[in-house]
């Protein structure tokens, strides 16, 4: 069983301490991206697992604790002849007990919360990648069928004039760039 301290060094570890940062320049970082994104994923899901394995022991643990939870105090008061008062001590114990074990899990549920909400990040992480692809495949194929620059004419005769004209040769008209 590992202490939370042990879990939160595994998230910092793989990079999330100032949070999720990913940037990709093209398709072929978007997908190494995306990539890394499946990964870090699998290994904050793996990070969750120990985490409830480890709760999951822990509540073992004090569950035959809090069931044994002021027996001594209960019989003694028994034998003395307030019963009632020896359940009240017992159901005190028991809520002691409870309380104990909840402040131990939960540093635990905080980490899970904080995977989840990572998970949830990187999860809109990749559909932004994807989007960027899809999208730069889309320029590609738009340049692809482009029709080809046709020729340039005058606006003021229609001449026909080559693109480093700066001035009509038929009329003088000045040329926009």
């Known amino acids: 069983m590992a202490e939370p301290e042990v879990y939160m060094q595994r998230i910092r570890d793989m990079g999330f301490e100032d949070g999720l940062k990913i940037r990709a320049e093209n398709i072929d970082e978007a997908k190494q ?3 890394e994104c499946r990964m ?3 290994d904050l899901r793996q990070t969750k697992k120990l985490i409830n394995l480890d709760m999951k022991e ?5 569950r035959d604790e809090i069931a044994g939870a002021g027996e001594g105090r209960k019989a003694v008061f028994s034998l003395l002849g307030s019963k009632g008062l020896g359940t009240s001590m017992r159901a005190e114990a028991k809520r002691e007990k409870r309380n104990e074990r909840d402040s131990i899990l939960e540093p635990y549920n905080t980490l899970k919360a904080l995977i989840d909400g990572l998970v949830t990040d990187i999860d809109r992480a990749k559909i ?5 692809i899809d999208e730069e495949r889309a320029e590609e194929e738009s340049l692809k069928y482009a029709e080809p620059v046709t020729d340039i004419y005058c606006s003021n005769c229609n001449a026909k004039l080559d693109k480093n004209d700066k001035f009509c040769r038929e009329c003088g008209q000045v040329l926009q760039p």
Do not use: E, P
């Open 33 to 35: 991206s995306i990539k």
């Open 40 to 42: 870090y994923q699998k």
């Open 58 to 62: 822990i509540r073992a643990r004090y």
């Open 128 to 132: 932004q990648l994807q989007t960027f």
